[in-house]
């Protein structure tokens, strides 16, 4: 079938339309997916697409949660930091799992285009930055992502990072020039009429509340109807509750919370000349400019479901910390949605028992992960492919029920304010290494009009850190000549 065309059956809202009727008559299907986000709509999606009858049963609306309201930022990779991925299966495996996550990222840059989705608003470029000054990590990190993992990856040193974004915040940078974003609202809609357009029958406002898994052929209940499925996917991420509460509870909720600003005009382009995505290496901050003059910004975070109106001070105090330029910028929207973090920081991609699968725990970057996940699910399913079971390392961990969220809280909390004293330490150094060389520079010039040959040596203040020679970070940066040897560009194979 073609996507591009709605069929007369179809017509032009039935793909668009965000009014879908709920279950109300019993059904009968090869695969049910439960919740229609990100995750379930792919695999409906890519099932549809190989020739099945395929249900989607969402408790509320397309999109309703975290999958409604994110940034579009698209990266490769995992929440799990590259390091630690090797740590835990090993360089081969990892290298395996990564590339799984860059097709992820390539099927949703397949998807987002503006044939298939009108208005989604892709652009390229996301930018990394270090809240300390980290050279010798981000050079390893460099060398790793580009050279064991063949991604696109430039470094950035200090100033180039600071001419992109001033700040004095940030330090290094890592570029992914092929990573890019998109209109997220826009995207998770796209997929949902996509899906449709295949075949996919999406029900709204019709939550599982109970499921029987024992037999070939599985019973879920609804309110108003029941359906048989051979294969069930769960996708419904932290809500899926009743029907399967031992796999909800290995899920730790975190809510994050992103505010859009009204237009700030000619003065951001001043403070952000960046046009693509930003996040910090902490996790903290996630920022861009949308819509020319406005700033889209993500931050603040909780283990509990709260209102988002209360945070638009919080994220008001954000920027006016990163960028005291643009000081208290208005708030036009407010937004938020639950994240489901798995204890190990991978997502939970597979088969629980036979025709009864998992797609949820995407943490904070689910855009990537989640369009891989339902890839491959459909075409085991379908076509047999078993590479799912590269993620078998890592199980369903209890993520430890209430005191679980309240020891979440106090970790996310204890991080933040880790790398928040850190990035403080840091550019306290930076000030004192910028004071010793001014005052290096004028002893040196009272000693050349003194006649002496350079200055006595002295014994650094207690605290300060020597000179540090230039940062060992390469630079991707400007064009260089011909000639220089020293490339500074590290880059791998596309993303
Ligand atoms: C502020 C914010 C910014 C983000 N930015 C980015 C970003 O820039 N890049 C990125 O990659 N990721 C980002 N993310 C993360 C990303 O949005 C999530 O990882 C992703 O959307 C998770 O998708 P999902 O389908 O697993 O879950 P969800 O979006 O939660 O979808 C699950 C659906 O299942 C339904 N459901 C649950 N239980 C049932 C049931 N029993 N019956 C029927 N339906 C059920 C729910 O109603 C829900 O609609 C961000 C998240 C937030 C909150």
Not at 66 to 95: N, Q
Not at 218 to 225: C, D, G, L, M, N
């Amino acid at each position: 079938m073609d996507e591009t065309s709605t069929s007369a059956a179809d017509g032009p809202d039935a793909a668009t339309s965000p009014f879908r009727a709920r279950l109300a008559f019993d059904l009968d299907v090869d695969i049910c997916v439960v919740g229609a986000g990100l995750a379930g709509l792919t695999v409906a999606r890519e099932a549809a697409r190989l020739g099945a009858s395929v249900a989607v049963l969402e408790g509320r609306q397309v999109g309703w949660n975290a999958s409604g309201h994110h940034l579009g930022t698209v990266m490769p990779g995992f929440g799990l930091p590259v390091a630690d991925l090797i740590e835990r299966v090993g360089l081969e495996g990892a290298r395996e799992l990564w590339a799984l996550s860059k097709q992820g990222a390539e099927y949703v840059r397949a998807t987002a285009t503006e044939e298939l989705i009108p208005g989604i608003g892709m652009s390229e470029g996301v930018l990394e930055v270090s809240n300390v000054d980290a050279g010798e990590t981000l050079i390893r990190r460099l060398h790793t992502l580009a050279g064991d993992f063949a991604t696109e990856v430039e470094g950035w040193q200090v100033d180039r990072v600071r001419s992109a974004l001033r700040t004095g915040r940030y330090f290094h940078g890592i570029h992914y020039p092929k990573a890019f974003q998109l209109d997220g609202r826009k995207y998770v809609h796209g997929l949902a009429a996509l899906a449709t357009r295949m075949g996919a029958r999406i029900f709204e406002e019709t939550p599982v509340v109970n499921i029987d898994f024992s037999g070939i052929r599985k019973r879920i209940v609804t309110p108003s109807a029941r359906l048989r499925a051979t294969h069930i996917v769960l996708a419904g991420n932290i809500h899926l509750g009743a029907p399967l509460k031992r796999l909800s509870d290995t899920l730790l909720p975190v809510w994050r919370y992103a505010a859009l600003t009204e237009p700030l005009g000619a003065a951001l382009a001043d403070v952000i000349a960046f046009r693509g995505s930003v996040t910090d290496s902490d996790g903290i901050d996630h920022f861009r400019i949308v819509d020319g003059d406005r700033l889209l910004w993500a931050s603040p975070e909780t283990t509990w479901d709260a209102r988002p109106k209360r945070f638009g001070a919080a994220v008001q105090r954000r920027i006016a910390t990163v960028f005291p330029q643009l000081g208290k910028v208005p708030i036009a929207e407010i937004f938020g949605g639950a994240l489901g973090v798995t204890v190990h920081g991978m997502p939970q991609i597979g088969q629980l028992r036979k025709g009864l699968w998992v797609a949820s725990g995407f943490g904070r970057q689910g855009l990537n992960t989640s369009a891989m996940a339902g890839q491959l699910i459909a075409r085991s399913i379908l076509w047999g492919d078993d590479r799912w079971r590269l993620f078998s390392p890592f199980e369903l961990v209890w993520a430890g029920g209430t005191t679980g969220r309240i020891a979440g809280h106090f970790i996310g909390l204890w991080a933040r304010g880790a790398s928040s004293a850190a990035g403080a330490l840091a550019r306290y150094r930076e000030g004192v290494r910028a004071k010793e060389r001014v005052r290096e520079a004028r002893l040196a010039a009272a000693n050349l009009k003194a006649g002496t040959r350079g200055p006595p040596r002295r014994r650094p203040p207690p605290g300060a850190v020597r000179p540090a020679p230039p940062a060992p970070v390469r630079e991707a940066a400007e064009p260089r000549p011909a000639s220089s040897q020293e490339s500074e560009h590290i880059s791998g194979g596309p993303m």
